[in-house]
């Protein structure tokens, strides 16, 4: 039957219920410093192919003599697609805001708000037991900043079904990012988990 696949779960080994920790260094056009900071994530699912998600980010630099305070938030859902027991193609939908801060001691400062929606399509897979490759395309569209299309990269190597390390990079036309962390992954579908339980 031609919807057997799409009815399908998703890969066995590729699990959208976790929570990311990272460290992240932004070059944003315009500002002299790198910006450095953390990003807290964090995705679970509400069905086999179904998911949730929500970001983070809050990250400073020190740029002309002004300290510069860069945040932002998304939230959002997802669903994922399986090409194979250990690869997925998904879509997500979400929100997002942000808001700059700039202040100079002595001078005060101001900040600058605005947010939007982001869509993205990408594809995630295990190519060995232990390490996951994800790239992915990403459309932003805020309300008064524009939009911006990025491409995402990840790796990440797995310690245990449930804790990996990861680097991962995102580059657009006006703001490249780096970062490397831990991702925790929990619920029933974490990483070769439940191959072996079908097994």
């Known amino acids: 039957s031609l919807a057997m696949p799409l009815a399908a779960a998703a890969a066995d080994n590729v699990s959208y219920s976790y929570a990311d920790l990272a460290y992240v260094t932004t070059d944003i056009d315009g500002v002299n410093e790198d910006l450095d900071g953390f990003a807290l994530r964090g995705s679970i699912e509400v069905t086999d192919q179904a998911f949730l998600f929500g970001t983070y980010t809050d990250q400073s630099a020190e740029s002309g003599g002004a300290d510069v305070d860069y945040a932002t938030f998304t939230l959002g859902g997802g669903y994922a697609w399986p090409l194979s027991d250990s690869a997925d193609l998904y879509g997500k939908l979400g929100y997002v805001s942000s808001e700059v801060e700039v202040s100079v001691p002595g001078l005060g400062g101001f900040s600058v708000d605005d947010d939007g929606f982001l869509l993205g399509f ?7 037991q232990q390490f996951e490759l994800e790239g992915a395309v990403n459309y932003t569209d805020y309300s008064d900043s524009g939009d911006d299309t990025s491409l995402g990269a990840a790796a990440r190597w797995f310690f245990t ?14 703001v490249t990012s780096y970062g490397i962390g831990m991702r925790w992954n929990f619920g029933g579908n974490s990483g070769g988990q439940r191959v072996a339980q079908q097994k």
């Open 122 to 128: 990408g594809l995630r897979g295990r190519v060995a």
């Open 161 to 174: 079904d449930q804790f990996s390390a990861f680097a991962e990079g995102e580059f657009g036309d006006d």
